[in-house]
């Protein structure tokens, strides 16, 4: 006999769509109840990637992510079908159920706004994507699946309990019979299906939660930096953020599919690191640090003279003419590309910079900043990981103690520093990125 679990969390949305389908299709499973805020060592073996719910069982095998699940319960259990057997219009429930994954985040927007102006933009957009889904998704039908649900009504089922929830605590009112009559009936046509009827969370314990829920996150979302793993600019503003003392909610974006906020908040470079203060975004890493060095004046990241602020500005400006890595004419970017002559010539190139920066803007000092790391060491702060992974990759090294000594020592003791030491990428994982990087740049060059 097969063996099904489910791993999930009671008020949880996503979990109560796997419960309808599986109930839809009669599918009988065993329930594990997750503490999110504690989570198992289970969990953690099953969905090591997310650290999230649901997670259904089968057989052993886990699959993760809500509507991954619901698309293998209905190919595992083809019995009472919630996808249309005609793939054209297959296909256009595929359609509506992407449709909700991609516009979740300003659902999302709107339960944790705050202020007037604030809610009234997540409100407006919001009601602009129910309005795109009465008109277009569900048209005049009873249900998305025509006479009864399918796989759409299931992805969109949160609406009924838990977006009525969330409206409670915004204070605003979007789903009304007056203004998206046909969807309100469907919602309420939803309410009377046996299988959403008797597994949803009970209200009270849901505004609770959820109450809850929102408190954190305004609370948290006054800070909250889009970055990704890999990047020096993400890594230097968390550096900055953290020396400050300065609470934040930290999203990783995937640099290959990016999410719409990030797209939303930085339409011109579309690139992290991006910071949202309040709602108002910040990008670029060196104008975000100095957004939080005036914002936020204490634990000082510049020096108070004026004379020393703008020898501090002088080195900053000298690593954006020659030290970033991702710009294309950088000489960091030759060493790293470059093979044989070329990359000789680029090596001894980063080299002089290199002894320039120690020479004449490290000079007897242990940090940038003196005793203290300041602004000027959170610019080059790259050099102690990331630039030492280049070197590995490209097997050449220059930054040795035998040829640039005081700045050997200050990667060294910068590596020390708590907040540098406790948020770097894992060293190997950036080998293999660097590495795979190279091979790509080198053959493309050859070709």
Not at 62 to 88: F, G, M
Not at 143 to 167: K, R, S
């Amino acid at each position: 006999m097969e063996e099904v679990k489910l791993h999930g969390f009671w008020s949880n949305p996503y979990y109560h769509k796997v419960i309808w389908a599986l109930k839809l299709k009669g599918v009988e499973y065993d329930y594990v109840e997750e503490d999110i805020f504690n989570k198992s060592e289970l969990l953690l073996k099953y969905n090591p990637v997310y650290k999230n719910i649901p997670i259904l069982v089968h057989d052993g095998k886990p699959i993760t992510e809500s509507v991954a699940i619901l698309e293998y319960i209905e190919e595992t259990w083809p019995q009472s079908p919630l996808l249309p057997t005609d793939a054209y219009h297959k296909a256009i429930a595929r359609f509506w159920i992407q449709f909700g994954v991609d516009k979740a985040c300003y659902f999302h927007s709107f339960f944790r706004a705050t202020g007037e102006e604030e809610k009234e933009k997540a409100a407006k957009e919001v009601l602009e994507i129910l309005k795109i889904l009465e008109d277009q998704g569900l048209g005049e039908k009873k249900f998305f699946g025509g006479d009864t649900i399918n796989l759409v009504d299931i992805v969109f089922g949160w609406l009924p309990h838990w977006f009525e929830t969330m409206e409670q605590l915004v204070g605003v009112k979007l789903l009304e019979a007056s203004t998206l009559p046909r969807l309100h009936a469907w919602v309420q046509n939803l309410k009377e299906v046996d299988v959403i009827k008797e597994n949803h969370p009970d209200p009270q314990k849901l505004f609770a939660d959820a109450k809850i829920m929102r408190e954190r996150l305004i609370a948290n979302q006054s800070m909250r930096l889009h970055g990704a793993w890999l990047s020096p600019f993400s890594c230097r503003v968390i550096w900055a953020l953290k020396l400050k003392g300065i609470a934040f909610e930290y999203i990783e974006e995937d640099l290959s599919n990016k999410t719409p906020l990030l797209l939303q908040y930085n339409p011109i470079h579309k690139k992290i690191p991006l910071l949202l203060h309040s709602g108002k975004p910040v990008y670029e890493s060196m104008i975000i640090i100095k957004y939080i060095e005036e914002m936020w004046p204490h634990t000082p990241l510049l020096p108070t003279d004026p004379y020393e602020r703008a020898i501090a500005r002088f080195w900053v400006k000298f690593a954006e003419d020659n030290v970033h890595f991702t710009d294309f004419a950088c000489y960091f970017y030759s060493f790293f590309q470059a093979t044989g002559e070329e990359q000789e010539k680029a090596a001894k190139e980063v080299l002089e910079i290199l002894k320039i920066l120690e020479d004449q803007g490290l000079g007897e000092k242990k940090f940038f900043g003196g005793d203290t790391i300041n602004l000027v060491d959170i610019e080059h702060g790259w050099l102690a990981h990331w630039f030492e992974t280049i070197e590995q990759v490209v097997g050449v090294k220059l930054l040795e103690a035998s040829t640039l000594p005081r700045l050997h020592a200050w990667v060294q003791n910068l590596k020390e520093v708590d907040v540098i030491k406790e948020n770097h990428p894992d060293p190997q994982k950036l080998f293999a990125y660097f590495k795979n990087l190279r091979e790509k740049l080198v053959a493309n060059r050859s070709s």
